[in-house]
């Protein structure tokens, strides 16, 4: 997985397509916010000013207040690689938060998704 032109693309141009993936399979922006509150730490006025900043994914994680420590549940195939086998950092992180939006737009229930 070498595509690491993702790190400085901005959260802010993404994070609206999660939102339609989403809203497309009849779920909500505040399910996507949740997923995002749960693996980063950030909250609805630290995220807000994250879109705001537009800041790219590489600082978006770097300034999470937390990455919540049941990534390591978080298991099966995103873009063709597992990711719980991706060995860069900042690019498992990411396909982290591809994987969970995935999994609300195929239908799982929020606390699966969440690893409750």
């Given at each position: 997985?070498?595509?690491?032109?993702?790190?400085?693309?901005?959260?802010?141009?993404?994070?609206?397509?999660?939102?339609?993936?989403?809203?497309?399979?009849?779920?909500?922006?505040?399910?996507?916010?949740?997923?995002?509150?749960?693996?980063?730490?950030?909250?609805?006025?630290?995220?807000?000013?994250?879109?705001?900043?537009?800041?790219?994914?590489?600082?978006?994680?770097?300034?999470?207040?937390?990455?919540?420590?049941?990534?390591?549940?978080?298991?099966?195939?995103?873009?063709?690689?597992?990711?719980?086998?991706?060995e860069n950092e900042?690019?498992?992180?990411?396909?982290?938060?591809?994987?969970?939006?995935?999994?609300?737009?195929?239908?799982?229930?929020?606390?699966?998704?969440?690893?409750?």
């Amino acid at each position: 997985m070498k595509n690491t032109r993702i790190f400085k693309m901005s959260f802010a141009s993404v994070y609206p397509h999660y939102i339609q993936k989403a809203e497309k399979k009849g779920r909500t922006k505040e399910e996507v916010d949740t997923i995002i509150y749960w693996l980063t730490g950030y909250n609805k006025d630290t995220l807000q000013q994250q879109i705001d900043n537009n800041t790219d994914f590489e600082t978006f994680f770097a300034e999470a207040p937390q990455i919540n420590p049941n990534v390591s549940k978080i298991k099966g195939v995103i873009c063709g690689y597992r990711v719980e086998e991706i060995e860069n950092e900042l690019m498992q992180k990411i396909r982290y938060l591809d994987k969970l939006i995935d999994e609300l737009a195929k239908g799982k229930v929020m606390e699966k998704i969440l690893r409750v």
